[in-house]
């Protein structure tokens, strides 16, 4: 039978698809290289990139001199809202590499490296095709302007990623040693993070779907029973601070609802547009929507375009644009709903089971934590990880299972992502400058002079930098400060050690400092000019005021009045 034209013009040549895959893969490797010259810059930055890096500095100090990190809050000491894995594994390597901002940077780098590297071999585990999983890792890497630059920040972003990521691809695994890392690397991350450990129960649902209810109780216990432990034994030697410290204090802090959805939903499109379209292609396929209506795909193509019109048109400040993007993320939501319906009605398989919880969960904690008072988008990481992991295993079945033109559609779709994120990113953005070095040496030499302890909440880590302690960061104040908070007595605390003058000086910020400090400690001059040592990530203020006791007329005793002569029988005073 002779072959019809239309089947001629969808055959694809075998040459034009390695010539779209070969620029895909340079693509991704001059994305990954440009990020690299990016990372190595600022790895050897000497003071704060992101205002809590110090703090998370502190805290490993505080391990390697063996104080508590969970106790009463003080003027001195308030930890983060984290659970203490992190800490411990910046305490674990200082012996050998040192307690400094390089070798914690050091550790983000390697497990954001990690988080890309676990997509590759998922998909030539599984698929025998690792340059689809090499590409969809890039576009990974790829987001780091859009998540606040904190793959590489002394935070525990970077490794807490790295570890679920190969949770959730060692937990696909047909060897049971594999699943049982997994398990212990869940654990892993609900020490560094707490909130990953929702993570385990999609996880877990997939694996009874697959193997039955005893594997699944052998991945759950393998996790839980270690999380447990850790966590009875730190409330035990806090005399119950931890649990209040990283349970019920996040608890009392608001949500900013319309921060949650849509807007975490909208930043995930804005991020990953040409991502999401593939994904929204393979859920739809999978389904066999395709093949009975072009209504539910449609919705998500025609919402899709809609909702791009808001991220490159909102300057204009037209509300009629807004509008018609509000309209697009509707139709994304409403064609993810109802291919989400016909999936449940078709009886999906345990990987539809595994792969759209981990994504329904990846969504909802992203949601929330966005939504949360405070929430950055650091906290959309592992939103972002997950939609390309569904990518990559999506093309790497496509690539497998479809010939001609359509074949090519998610290399095409790939490279288009990585081109949009090279051009959408700045190198220059978030370098800092020698200024900056300088304006930061400048501080650390005006604390030298200080006899005495220093209170810095701006930036615990120039104290220690100076010769001194660090101290409490001014985020974690702030968390136990609140209405509702667990601590009632924590603001008492800090105002009375301020006014007691128990600091012989006061770093300040560039927003200022209050409980009492007005009153009891002098204004000085800013350190720095304008517009320099800030912070190139996260929250723009920085140390720039260096305030000290002020001087105090001593009091004069009242003299007591004394009868002349006092009646017999009074009494004594």
Request: glycine share 10%; charged share 15%; proline share 6%.
């Amino acid at each position: 039978m002779r072959e019809s034209s239309w089947g001629r013009v969808m055959r694809a040549p075998m040459w034009l698809r390695r010539i779209v895959s070969w620029l895909a893969l340079l693509m991704a490797v001059g994305l990954v290289y440009r990020l690299g010259i990016i990372w190595w810059t600022r790895l050897f930055y000497p003071f704060d990139l992101e205002w809590m890096e110090g703090g998370m500095l502190a805290h490993a100090w505080r391990v390697t001199e063996g104080h508590t990190l969970y106790g009463e809050p003080s003027a001195e000491w308030i930890p983060y809202i984290y659970p203490a894995g992190y800490a411990w594994l910046l305490a674990a390597v200082s012996p050998v590499f040192g307690l400094g901002y390089v070798p914690a940077r050091a550790l983000s780098i390697v497990g954001t490296l990690a988080a890309a590297s676990a997509l590759p071999w998922m998909t030539w585990r599984h698929h025998k095709k690792p340059w689809v999983g090499l590409l969809a890792g890039a576009a990974f890497l790829g987001c780091y302007d859009v998540v606040g630059a904190f793959f590489d920040l002394v935070r525990a972003d970077g490794v807490s990623i790295g570890l679920v990521a190969w949770t959730v691809v060692l937990g696909l695994d047909e060897d049971r040693r594999l699943r049982d890392l997994s398990a212990l690397l869940l654990f892993g991350a609900f020490a560094v993070k707490q909130n990953f450990a929702l993570f385990g129960i999609p996880m877990a649902l997939g694996l009874w779907a697959r193997l039955g209810w005893k594997d699944a109780l052998r991945f759950g216990l393998l996790s839980a029973v270690p999380a447990l432990a850790i966590t009875g034994l730190l409330e035990w030697q806090s005399n119950g601070y931890y649990l209040r410290y990283i349970v019920e204090t996040p608890g009392t802090h608001g949500f900013v609802r319309n921060r949650g959805f849509p807007g975490a939903p909208r930043e995930l499109i804005r991020a990953l547009p040409a991502v999401v379209f593939l994904v929204t292609v393979f859920v739809i396929d999978r389904a066999r929507v395709l093949a009975h209506s072009a209504v539910i795909p449609a919705m998500g193509v025609i919402g899709l375009v809609l909702g791009g019109v808001n991220h490159s048109l909102t300057s204009t400040g037209s509300v009629l644009l807004h509008r018609v993007s509000s309209v697009g993320y509707a139709l994304i939501a409403a064609s993810i709903l109802g291919t989400l319906a016909v999936v449940a009605r078709r009886n999906p398989s345990w990987r539809w089971i595994y792969g759209a919880g981990v994504g329904g969960i990846a969504l909802i904690s992203a949601a929330l934590m966005r939504a949360h008072v405070g929430g950055f988008v650091n906290v959309l990481i592992p939103l972002y990880w997950v939609v390309c992991a569904g990518s990559a295993w999506g093309a790497a079945r496509w690539e497998g299972s479809r010939v001609g033109w359509v074949a090519v559609l998610p290399t095409v779709l790939l490279g288009t992502q990585l081109g949009l994120q090279h051009w959408r990113l700045d190198d220059d953005k978030f370098l800092p400058t020698a200024a900056d070095v300088a304006a930061g040496e400048r501080v650390v030499d005006a604390l030298r002079g200080v006899e005495g302890p220093v209170f810095s909440p701006f930036a615990p880590w120039l104290v220690y930098q100076a010769g001194g302690e660090p101290g409490t960061h001014l985020i974690s104040i702030w968390d136990v400060t609140k209405k509702r908070t667990p601590f009632p007595d924590a603001e008492a605390a800090i105002e009375t050690a301020i006014a007691n003058q128990e600091f012989a000086a006061v770093l300040d910020g560039g927003r200022g400092l209050k409980y009492g400090l007005a009153d009891a400690y002098s204004g000085a001059k800013p350190i720095n000019g304008f517009a320099v040592f800030m912070p190139q990530s996260g929250f723009r203020v920085r140390p720039e005021r260096l305030r000290f006791p002020k001087k105090r007329a001593p009091s004069t005793p009242e003299t007591p009045s004394v009868p002349a002569s006092p009646a017999p029988d009074s009494a004594a005073p």
